[in-house]
T-cell receptor, first 112, second 115 residues
Framework: DAKTTQPNSMESNEEEPVHLPCNHSTISGTDYIHWYRQLPSQGPEYVIHGLTSNVNNRMASLAIAEDRKSSTLILHRATLRDAAVYYCILRDVGSSASKIIFGSGTRLSIRP | GAGVSQSPRYKVAKRGQDVALRCDPISGHVSLFWYQQALGQGPEFLTYFQNEAQLDKSGLPSDRFFAERPEGSVSTLKIQRTQQEDSAVYLC?????????????FGPGTRLTVL
């Protein structure tokens, strides 16, 4: 399975944008890029996913490099509630009901 | 609507005891997954059900771990003769269909502590 690389931790200020990077240099053509996050004492929750084009939803934006070897999750205006571990995950659209392979993720801290 | 629920939320077991962890997936979700999350690490896959069929149990760490989903809805993860290394949070997730990129909805987890 293609793997992802993320920084262990990041820190940001409240109400400022946050850019969380992810490298996936061995991504295959059928891999979607997914982001999940895990708030303290909760299970992971879906944030966003994309294939080639940049994506926006109410939670975040996903910017995907043209060669698809890296991507960035963008939180436009971080709040204290965004403090969590963020996981960048590759999922193969061609497989059936694939398990999620989590890495260690990026622990995001927000300064008030 | 109701999300994925798990019970108990916390379980303390003495080494050697058997435990059973329950997962109630979102109604109508075909796929159900179990993950194990050790302290400070990301969740790791244990097993997967499609309706009542257990299609992948490659992540179960030993034959002391057993999972079932007899009617294709509620699932139980059973751990026999618990060991200290079994201490972890056990997460259950469900998804509506069976494609490789379906969103998985996670429960809050059961924190198991083996003394």
């Amino acid at each position: 399975d293609a793997k992802t690389t993320q920084p262990n931790s990041m820190e940001s200020n409240e109400e400022e944008p946050v850019h969380l990077p992810c490298n996936h240099s061995t991504i295959s053509g059928t891999d979607y890029i997914h982001w999940y996050r895990q708030l303290p004492s909760q299970g992971p929750e879906y944030v966003i996913h994309g294939l080639t084009s940049n994506v926006n939803n109410r939670m975040a934006s996903l910017a995907i490099a043209e060669d698809r070897k890296s991507s960035t999750l963008i939180l436009h205006r971080a709040t204290l509630r965004d403090a969590a571990v963020y996981y960048c995950i590759l999922r193969d659209v061609g497989s059936s009901a694939s398990k999620i392979i989590f890495g260690s993720g990026t622990r995001l801290s927000i300064r008030p | 609507g109701a999300g994925v629920s798990q019970s108990p939320r916390y379980k303390v077991a003495k080494r050697g005891q058997d435990v059973a962890l329950r997962c109630d997936p979102i109604s109508g979700h075909v796929s159900l997954f179990w993950y194990q999350q050790a302290l400070g690490q990301g969740p790791e896959f244990l097993t997967y059900f499609q309706n009542e069929a257990q299609l992948d149990k490659s992540g179960l760490p030993s034959d002391r771990f057993f999972a079932e989903r007899p009617e294709g809805s509620v699932s139980t993860l059973k751990i026999q003769r618990t060991q200290q290394e079994d201490s972890a949070v056990y997460l259950c997730a469900s998804s509506l269909a069976m494609t490789g990129t379906d969103t998985q909805y996670f429960g809050p987890g059961t924190r198991l502590t083996v003394l």
